[in-house]
């Protein structure tokens, strides 16, 4: 029996299976609100057996997107469209995720696909950025304004507001954005952290923020689910975020709560070299597993059934996350079923009679 398609239970929640549709910004928000796109691009990876189904990072602030287009959860109004999409992965016996985000430096920045690099100009809708310090991410972005400890204030309530918001609308997990050089990266990397401040400078100050946060989010998140906490494990970088720092600060994750810590790296530097290839983050997310005590998704090119399987098998990882290669394929949990020779998995009643060859086909199935 194959381990990746068996159920696991995070405190009172249980899902599924350990596929969890990783967070991926789609920028295809107006204000901030979800539409059709996310509604069809989230629930087609319900019906295709995912056990948790994760939106893109969720800006916590205005502010704080990506790009103008980012989903948000800075508002009330954002709620409802929400509510439409985790009716809908319920219904499909999937768990509904949201990442909650603040891109710091690296917000007001151009959809990926148009082509254009750097911060957008205020006179075509771009904003100032915040950060922890005035150090720009690259010579293309425009250089953040350093918060304030009132603003740090600020933020920390944002993070808390928005999980509210997450319960109303319907999510059972959320998962706090700490990685990818967005705006807890930043003050965890002493590359974009030159404060003097109790925010700033040693290991205790830097990771500051990130414990304040998580803790703030659990206080107001029901005991019965389950939190998660996605981190960079390594800048890439000499003298940057380190896996030592990452195991430390998983530690004390746990202690606050936590119950997984997503574990990616990257983003803060744009000179980074990093070696990309198959697996090639799995080896934080066991370290950071066997060193903390606490349970670890990770992803970064796993694309073969087996080779997922045998990352949770070998204890390297308790959760599988899946970017590219379910947007390939939104039905790889499904096809994954009959490659690793299970039958664990369900396909809907809707489509059962096209993935049995032994089915009769009535003549209402071939009709257009």
């Known amino acids: 029996m194959s381990l990746l398609l068996e159920p696991i239970t995070f405190r009172q929640l249980t899902l599924r299976n350990r596929i969890v549709v990783s967070p991926m910004c789609q ?12 509604l069809v691009h989230l629930g ?4 295709g057996g995912a056990g948790l ?12 997107r990506i790009t103008p287009e980012d989903l948000g959860i800075w508002s009330d109004d954002q709620i409802a ?11 499909q016996g999937a768990v509904a995720g949201i990442q909650l985000a603040h891109a710091g430096r690296k917000a007001s920045t151009w959809r990926p696909w148009l082509g254009k690099q750097g911060s957008i100009p205020a006179d075509q809708g771009g904003w ?3 950060g922890p310090s005035s150090i720009a991410f690259d010579p293309q972005h425009t250089p953040p304004t350093p918060l304030d400890e009132a603003q740090i204030k600020s933020v920390i309530q944002a993070f808390v507001d928005a999980a509210k918001r997450a319960l109303t609308a319907g999510f059972s997990v959320v998962e706090i954005h700490a990685a990818h050089g967005y705006l807890l990266h930043q003050f965890l990397s002493p590359l974009s952290n030159q404060r003097r401040d109790q925010y700033g400078g040693s290991f205790e100050n830097r990771i500051r923020l990130t414990l304040e946060v ?7 998140w029901p005991d019965e689910l389950p939190l998660f906490v996605r981190v960079s494990a390594t800048d890439w970088v000499e003298d940057g975020w380190n896996p030592d720092e990452t195991v430390e600060l998983a530690k004390r994750l746990k202690v606050l709560g936590a119950d997984l810590v997503d574990v990616s790296s ?14 090639y983050q799995t080896e ?3 370290r950071v597993r066997q060193e903390s005590g606490i349970a670890t998704g990770t992803v970064g090119m796993i694309t073969e059934p087996y080779q997922a399987d045998t990352i949770l098998r070998t204890g390297q990882a308790d959760l599988i996350l899946l970017a590219r290669e379910l947007l390939r394929d939104p039905y790889w949990p499904l096809h994954a079923d009959d490659d690793l020779g299970g039958r664990q998995a369900v396909w809907p009643a809707q489509y059962q009679r096209a993935t049995h060859r032994d089915q009769p086909i009535h003549e209402s199935d071939l009709r257009d």
């Open 128 to 130: 100032t950025p915040w």
């Open 214 to 220: 998580t803790e703030a989010v659990r206080q107001v």
């Open 266 to 279: 990257g983003g803060t530097a744009a000179n980074a070299e990093i070696p990309v290839g198959p697996g």
């Open 27 to 38: 920028y295809s928000c107006a204000d901030g609100l979800a539409n059709d796109w996310h």
């Open 81 to 91: 469209p929400l509510q439409r999409i985790t009716r809908f992965i319920n219904a």
């Open 44 to 47: 087609s990876r319900a019906v």
């Open 53 to 64: 189904i994760f939106t893109e990072a969720a800006a916590v602030t205005r502010d704080g």
């Open 284 to 286: 934080f997310a066991g």
